[in-house]
């Protein structure tokens, strides 16, 4: 499947860069359905049309104040995201504290950007997170795998890597699933790929995928997952530029 998904990113290639119509285009369908989706695998109860209009500035009635600052929030994060795509910035922790500090801004300001003091479990999977004592080190390990061996692997199989590897870390209170999907995001998109925007209709699929390699080291369902996903993420430009 990664031949097919270079293949059409090399096609897409020829495109770039594309008129600034366009990327605002895909840019506002991308930001909703990004932030629509990974919200509700976390429980969210906005529709797409209601994360729409939150974005747009509309209070939907009988929706939680944080709900709504879970989209406005999000959205933010993926602008932060594609900040330090366009400045070209070096993968750090605190890029990371950062997505995480916009994640929970309004929500949980104590916690934001912060490492968990306290240990933690991930409901219903089979391995636990690391103790709370070892999350400098762990992190810091983490950092320094991407900067010396993460160059290695194919763009997908990196941007899996960093989904997994961050989620099994788990350093974070709260908002670790969207900042593991925020960062998984960011390299793809620093490699010229289309963002794997995972469906709640997926959630299983995707839990399940993601505690077999936390749990067994079992890679393959998960790398699947996401190639399959990016394959989807061509469907959009191919609309917009008649690919």
């Known amino acids: 499947m990664f031949e097919l998904i270079d293949n059409l990113k090399a096609k897409l290639d020829q495109y770039r860069p594309f008129p600034s119509s366009i990327t605002r285009n895909l840019q506002e369908d991308l930001i909703l359905r990004w932030t629509y989706h990974s919200n ?3 429980s969210n109860s ?9 974005l747009e500035g509309i209070t939907v009635a009988g929706k939680t104040l ?11 994060a993926i602008l932060y995201v594609e900040d330090i795509i366009k400045k070209d910035e070096p993968f750090s922790e605190w890029q990371i504290r950062n997505i995480h500090q916009l994640i ?11 490492y968990r003091q306290q240990n933690v479990l991930i409901s219903g999977a089979a391995t636990n997170p690391p103790d709370y004592t070892l999350l400098n080190d762990k992190m810091a390990q983490f950092i320094d795998w991407y900067n010396t061996d993460a160059h290695k692997l194919h763009p997908l199989e990196r941007a ?3 989904h997994a590897d961050f989620v099994g870390i788990h350093p974070f209170i709260d908002g670790n699933g969207r900042t593991s999907r925020l960062l998984m995001n960011l390299e793809l998109l620093k490699s010229g790929y289309p963002p794997s925007v995972i469906t709640v209709d997926n959630r ?13 080291g079992n890679t393959e369902s998960f790398m699947n997952l996401v190639a399959t996903v990016v394959l989807d993420g061509f469907k959009p430009y191919q609309v917009v530029l008649g690919l």
């Open 40 to 42: 509700a695998i976390e």
């Open 46 to 54: 906005l529709t797409l049309l209601e994360t729409k209009v939150v």
């Open 66 to 76: 944080n709900e709504h600052f879970e989209a406005i929030n999000h959205r933010d």
């Open 104 to 114: 929970l801004k309004n929500i949980d300001d104590e916690n934001a950007g912060r």
């Open 160 to 162: 899996a890597k960093v």
């Open 204 to 216: 299983l699929a995707y839990y399940e995928a993601l505690d077999q390699w936390m749990a067994y």
